[in-house]
């Protein structure tokens, strides 16, 4: 019985002393993916040698804010490829109209230039603690999280933003500067977990 | 005099099929809601037209709404945010015959008050805050729910 509770107390020193962390904070430091992408490859951060830095987005395909962001993610790939910063989506939601098929269709349709990887089993979203999409991370080179949150301040309408979240933040690594707003919160269409 | 009961018969008729409606608010009159001393358990929900999970719940709120007067139930519409014409609302109400309070949270600039209505919620929808003013407590979820789910939520603010 003593054996057993000397056990128990070890199991709880441990358990307790490496809290296993499911959601990264602004300064962190993320862990790599490995995820297949719309065109059959398996992509990782680690592939882009030349990268100054990540835009991790998680999107979905059916979401009416992912919807309204698509052409924002499309301009923010645009701008920011070239500076080295791509774009990276990940569709982690369960359920109709999500599955790796309808990823392929949705990219092909709208013409996706950035990857669109499928986290089926959903663990790096959980891994990053994203919620809701579009849920956005802005990662350095070195993978350490600096801004974690929405695309820009309007959903409703491209034309109105008055705050470009994302933008400034990338904006601020390519000059070295401290990320002015390192996060926000928006509505969303909650992941969809499995149960 | 039979013509009289006839028209107000068909006036009877005509405003239960009428279009059902919900008031806008803004964010000071939602903390209203969710602070104001009352004897019963403040369930407030919410969701959007748009989101798929959170149509899926909102008849466990219905019930709820029906079967326990201990308890008042309120269903805030987000829709807002991406549309302000309350007419796809209105239409849901309607079709649904929602028998519980619905409002819609008129508000702009989701960053500056997500946190005040609770400070785990990222935003995601759908959402569920349990008050019980009376003890202070409360219990936040932000995912769809099941089956008893909201019961288990009411039990964990009281006493």
């Known amino acids: 019985m003593k ?14 002393a490496h809290p296993v962390k499911t959601a990264y904070d602004v300064g962190d430091t993320a862990s790599d993916f490995k995820l297949k992408n719309v065109d059959g490859r398996i992509i990782s951060m680690s592939d882009y040698k030349d990268a ?6 998680f999107d979905c395909n059916t979401c009416p804010y992912s919807k309204a962001y698509n052409h924002r993610i499309i301009a923010l790939n645009e701008k920011y490829f070239s ?16 599955s790796y098929d309808d990823m392929v269709r949705i990219a092909k349709k709208k013409n996706y230039n950035f990857p669109y990887l499928f986290d089926e089993t959903q663990h790096i979203a959980k891994a990053f603690g994203a919620t ?23 959903a409703r309408d491209g034309e109105s933003v008055s705050k470009h979240y994302v933008e400034d933040a990338v904006n601020a690594l390519i000059v070295n500067k401290p990320v002015p707003i390192t996060k926000t919160k928006a509505i969303g269409c909650g992941i969809r977990w499995r149960d | 005099m039979r013509t009289l009961s006839l028209i107000t018969l068909l006036l009877v008729t005509y405003i239960s099929a009428k279009a059902q409606k919900a008031d806008q608010i803004n964010l000071k009159e939602l903390q209203q809601v969710i602070s104001k001393p009352s004897d019963k ?11 798929a999970p959170c149509v899926k719940e909102i008849p466990l709120f219905e019930k709820l709404n029906q079967m326990n007067k201990e308890v008042e139930v309120t269903l805030v519409s987000m829709d807002y945010d991406l549309d302000p014409n309350p007419e796809k609302v209105y ?3 309607t079709r649904k015959n929602l028998q519980s309070k619905v409002v819609i949270l008129a508000e702009r600039n989701p960053n500056d ?16 805050l349990v008050i019980n003013t009376q003890n202070g407590k409360r219990k936040f979820i932000q995912k769809e729910l099941h089956e008893g789910d909201l019961e288990k939520m009411i039990e964990d603010v009281e006493n």
């Open chain 1, 3 to 16: 054996n057993v509770m000397v056990l128990l107390t070890c199991v709880a020193i441990l358990t307790g």
């Open chain 1, 52 to 57: 100054k830095g990540f835009i991790i987005i």
């Open chain 1, 83 to 98: 500076k080295g910063f791509p774009v990276i989506t990940i569709n982690s939601n369960d359920g109709s109209g999500d």
């Open chain 1, 132 to 154: 809701n999409t579009p849920h956005v991370f802005v990662l350095t080179k070195e993978l350490k999280v600096v801004y974690i949150g929405a695309i820009d301040d309007n």
């Open chain 2, 41 to 51: 358990v403040q369930v407030i929900n919410f969701w959007a037209t748009w989101c």
């Open chain 2, 91 to 93: 239409r849901f109400m």
């Open chain 2, 113 to 128: 008050w997500i946190e005040k209505i609770d400070k785990n919620w990222s935003g995601a929808l759908p959402a569920t």
